[in-house]
């Protein structure tokens, strides 16, 4: 019960997050863009923690996650197109044309 | 000087937004921390997270909503001004956040027309007496 407390309960901080969102160099950030980023990204939070464990079962390891586990899990998300790439303003290819990858 | 985001961290205002580098900016470590540890109890960790995962999930969140956002900002610039649509439009490809925020949306506006509600029942109140 006390696991699916700490499920529904926690939620990121909105002031933190518009603060975050507001450093990104965006000008104005109304209210419910603060709480839709808040909602994704305790999902994307869930993702990585489920992969995490998903990883250890594999390995046949217990105990709290590791990082190396959240970091073969942030891996596997990249690979499945669920983390967001950025785009290569900063390689430019051959031709100096800018290529968007998403 | 600028420091890398999984390098040291520097206490500073977050206020502070003169970064030019969109790689990394000053933000105080542990800014979800303490709601991040309860997040990964209830979404299948250990009770107790070690402390490195929780950093290092933190950093992987932060990066995200930047990159997120950044995406968003592209978007949105050819309309003008930043809106919720353009997340939306982010994550079209995944359902479950997908769905989870058009609920989210949905309960807010649930909320401004109950809290008018409320706000007119007052008012009722307040002059019939």
Redesign the interface.
Known sequence: MS???????????KT??K????????????S??T???C????????E???T??FVMKERKES?????C???EA?RRLKLE???????VTKALSVDGTQAHI? | MNNSSTGSSSKSK????S?PS?TS?K?KRG??QK??Q?????????P???P??VA??ED???E???????????IGSKRG????ED??F??R??P??LN??TE??SM?EELKQARKAFEVDEEKLASTE
């Not at chain 1, 603060?19 to 109304?30: A, D, E, P, R």
């Open positions: 696991r699916y407390e700490s499920f529904r309960r926690p939620a990121l901080q933190n997050m603060k975050l969102l507001v450093s990104t160099g965006s000008q104005k950030i109304y419910p863009m709480i839709v980023v909602g994704i990204a305790k999902m994307f939070v869930g990585l923690v489920e995490a464990r105990g709290p996650t590791r990082p586990h959240s970091r942030y197109g669920k983390v967001p790439k950025r785009s998403w | 977050a206020g502070s937004s970064q969109e900016f933000r800014l979800f709601d991040l309860h997040m990964m109890y209830g979404f299948g960790d250990d107790n997270p070690l490195e995962t290092l999930v992987i969140v932060v995200y909503v930047t990159d997120m956002a950044h995406k968003a900002q592209e001004k930043l809106s919720v997340f939306l982010l994550i490809k995944d479950p956040k989870r925020c989210l949306l807010q």
